[in-house]
């Protein structure tokens, strides 16, 4: 059940509601310096796409803030795809992580 004191996820900026599946995501990722630093909240789902759509390297070069996550081309098609399912919502990537 959503809440209004539910927590907000950081890419799709619907509600966290208790017991749905979430996880912190380090802006710079910990391998590339990030341990430490500024993490967010998000949906488990939204974390997923994150990782299956940017490298370690992409992500600390040119994805180190929520905003910039949300301009990605892929990222943007997702949470337009996202925002149409209920907070509660969790199901498995639809494609592994992008070729590099």
């Not at 749905?20 to 910990?30: A, C, I, T």
């Not at 997923?48 to 949300?70: G, Q, V």
């Amino acid at each position: 059940m959503v809440t209004e004191s539910d927590p907000i996820c950081a890419l799709c900026g619907r509600p966290v509601p208790k017991g749905v599946r979430q996880s912190l995501h380090h802006l710079v990722p910990k391998l590339k310096g990030g341990k430490g630093g500024p993490v967010v909240l998000l949906h488990q789902i939204c974390h997923n796409e994150i990782h299956a759509s940017l490298t370690e390297a992409e992500l600390a070069r040119d994805y180190d803030t929520p905003e910039k996550l949300r301009a990605h081309p892929r990222l943007a098609a997702f949470v337009k795809w996202v925002a149409k399912r209920p907070p509660g919502f969790h199901k498995r990537s639809a494609g592994g992580r992008r070729k590099r």
